[in-house]
């Protein structure tokens, strides 16, 4: 059985790559981002970017037992992070 955690900050990485995988084919990621090589590698960051911030007390970050997927959770009003929280 799949276990389900809280997410830690040495979660991070393998957070960013999972979510990144997990949009590559989506239209909506398509249509908002330019089609470059590079991607992955850049939404893997912005996913990092986004637990992180959650992780820093907007909202919670939850990771299978090896980080196979993740879920990031924002409470209502609390959704609006900045890139210097990230």
């Known amino acids: 059985m799949v276990e389900i955690r809280?997410?830690?900050?040495?979660?991070?990485?393998?957070?960013?790559?999972?979510?990144?995988?997990?949009?590559?084919?989506?239209p909506v990621w398509a249509y908002m981002t330019s089609p470059r090589a590079n991607w992955?590698?850049?939404?893997?960051?912005?996913?990092?970017?986004?637990?992180?911030?959650?992780?820093?007390?907007?909202?919670?970050?939850l990771v299978d037992d090896s980080v196979r997927g993740a879920a990031i959770w924002s409470p209502p009003g609390r959704w609006k992070g900045t890139l210097g929280e990230a």
């Open 6 to 26: 809280a997410a830690t900050p040495a979660d991070l990485p393998a957070i960013g790559r999972a979510l990144a995988a997990a949009f590559a084919d989506d």
């Open 40 to 61: 992955r590698a850049r939404a893997a960051a912005w996913f990092e970017a986004d637990a992180r911030a959650q992780l820093r007390g907007h909202g919670e970050v």
